[in-house]
RNA sequence: GCACCGUUCGUCUAGUCUGGUCAGGACGCUAGGUUUUCAUCCUAGUAACACGGGUUCAAAUCCCGUACGGUGUACCA
């Protein structure tokens, strides 16, 4: 036995808001752990300071939050592997490194980054590309090609280095991943990589792996934009002589139209979000949009976004977050990149909005009710809401169901009119309005039953009548089962807009 | 350019490991039905194994090649 502990991490850069993807990853490390009775942390990876966003990381919890993805360990947390932002950490990373220098894996460059985009560029005019590996590492200024003294007088003159990853000449790396099996690559065709700079933060590489190695992470579950550096990080830990943990490179999420990485601005250029939440651009004020403002459940949102690149192996689809966590598995995650389809979200929320309960609809829509002017008490408007609500998509959608409950006809639908405003309406209508103002008891069934025998007996014809009706009470040839709109609105207001109809429309010729 | 990853209906995908079902489901779309109307709903239809070789009695499935796409190639993550 003796099971290793499961331990995931999501470890975001607060360099913006969190887009579609990342909350993807979150949500297969957040599955698997649950799965596993594993622990998620949350870790921040803001090494590059010029890149900070004001706002990010905050926005990175709310989001979290608000699709109901919790961690065991984060900052806010905490947990005894912290701290969880690396800024915070940086004094660990310098040893590490100067650790691999040691032991003869890394070494001290002095090369300045206008020296390398010069040589870069000399390179490329010749049509070569040039990767700092064994081979140019030789004719370069670092503390390979330099003598001991050499390189300690520079670093003690202050002169600017990074510490660079030695990469072997010529060893062929083999790596597995959960997702793509075994994946090899020669070292060769590697760079010696920067692992420490210049303003003493670690890179992302460095950073990352002594980070997943301390916080004794199990599983590294990650987006497929890092499977090209996946021969970095194991030579890293081999060098360390530390245990690799399992890899599991993600497909990306890719933009709709086309092929390509989903990006932070195809959703104002589509029109659909990609990022959760809205956001600001603390810089240029933009505003993106977010699937909570657009009127998302956060559980369609989920279940949207779990079944872009896993599924269950069944034909289920529709998956509450316990329902995931059961059926999720890794090997289940497939290995193509896979197109948001904005009409599969929304199918996705009209399921969620069906299977909601009416009291909480009603809560959701009152503020859209009281913005038009409308008082009307919840029970009733959850009634209302039991009758339309499997015409909407989104809680705003509601509305337009509900505004002709409250609100009479301004106008009539001018097509409806033509269709079904005959020459024998008026009078129809003046007949239906007299037996209508006969009823004690406005129910919906009993009205429905004695307009039914009157039109029968007289043989009057159910359309005409019925749309004729429904073009007065509502304004259009819309809604549900007019009888239970006459109902719910009542007889008086029912009497008074057949009047009103009667005035506006008149009798036609 | 180089390296790596990928490729089944328009989209999300099942099936590939362990060759042998009319290649299944969902969204969308189209048509029909239900309804007093619209929407929902129901039924049906639509449409795919990137291409070329090979192995085999038999290939979406195994092998090789090609094409196409993506990612990476920063003192970014």
């Avoid at 269709?419 to 209508?436: G, Q, T, V």
Wanted: proline fraction near 4%; charged fraction near 30%.
């Amino acid at each position: 036995m003796n099971q290793k502990e499961i331990r995931v991490r999501f470890a975001p850069s607060p360099t913006g808001p969190l887009h579609i993807g990342g909350v993807r990853t979150a949500l297969y490390n957040y599955l698997f752990a649950r799965k596993n009775g594993g622990k998620m942390i949350l870790r921040i990876e803001d090494t590059d300071q010029t890149r900070f966003v004001a706002g990010a990381e905050n926005y990175i919890n709310e989001a979290f939050n608000w699709c109901g993805i919790e961690f065991d360990e984060s900052i806010e947390k905490g947990g005894e592997y912290g701290p969880y932002k690396q800024s915070e950490r940086k004094h660990i990373y310098k040893d590490y490194a100067e650790q691999l220098i040691n032991s003869g894996n890394a070494y001290y460059a002095f090369d300045t980054t206008e020296e390398l985009t010069k040589i870069r560029s000399e390179f490329e005019a010749e049509k070569k590309t040039f990767i700092y590996n064994a081979i140019e590492r030789k004719n370069l200024r670092n503390s390979l090609t330099l003598s001991k003294e050499e390189t300690k007088k520079l670093i003690s003159d202050g002169e600017a280095y990074v510490i660079r990853f030695k990469m072997p000449e010529d060893e062929t790396v083999v790596m597995n991943d959960l997702i793509r099996d075994r994946v090899e690559v020669n070292s060769s065709v590697l760079d010696d990589k920067i692992l420490f700079k210049s303003d003493g933060m670690p890179t992302y590489h460095l950073a990352n792996i002594v980070d997943d190695h301390l916080m004794k992470i199990s599983h590294v579950i990650r987006g497929e934009e890092w499977l090209p550096s996946l021969p970095l990080h194991v030579l890293l830990y081999d060098a360390f002589g530390w245990e690799k943990p399992e890899f599991a490179h993600l497909p990306l999420l890719l933009k709709p139209d086309g092929n390509g990485k989903l990006s932070k601005r195809d959703g104002d250029r589509l029109g659909f979000p990609v990022f959760p939440l809205e956001w600001t651009d603390p810089k240029t004020g933009n505003v993106s949009a977010g699937y909570r403002e657009d009127g998302y459940f956060p559980q369609a949102f989920i279940n949207m976004l779990a079944l872009l690149g896993w599924n269950p192996g069944d034909e289920r689809e529709l998956f509450s977050m316990e329902e995931l966590i059961e059926a999720f598995s890794i090997e289940r995650v497939g290995k193509s990149g896979s197109k948001f389809d904005l009409e599969k979200a929304k199918w996705f929320n009209h399921q969620y909005l069906v299977k909601e309960n009416n009291e909480t609809l009603a809560e959701l829509l009152m503020p859209i009710v009281i913005k038009n002017g409308v008082t009307v008490n919840q029970e009733k408007l959850s009634e209302i809401i039991a009758l339309v609500k499997e015409r909407a998509t989104f809680v705003a959608d509601l509305w337009g169901q509900v505004d002709f409950f409250f609100i009479r006809p301004k106008d009539y639908d001018a097509k409806a009119v033509k269709k079904r405003w005959k020459a024998n309406s008026y009078d129809l209508m003046l007949e239906l309005k007299e037996l209508l103002s006969s009823f004690e008891d406005f129910e919906s069934d009993i009205v429905e039953n004695a307009v039914k025998q009157w039109i029968e007996a007289n043989e009057y014809g159910m359309g005409a009548v019925m749309n004729a009706f429904r073009l007065l009470v509502v304004g259009a040839l819309k809604g549900p089962h007019l009888f239970d709109i006459v109902a719910m609105i009542g007889q008086e207001e029912t009497l008074e807009r057949i009047d009103q109809g009667l005035n506006e429309l008149g009798r036609k010729e």
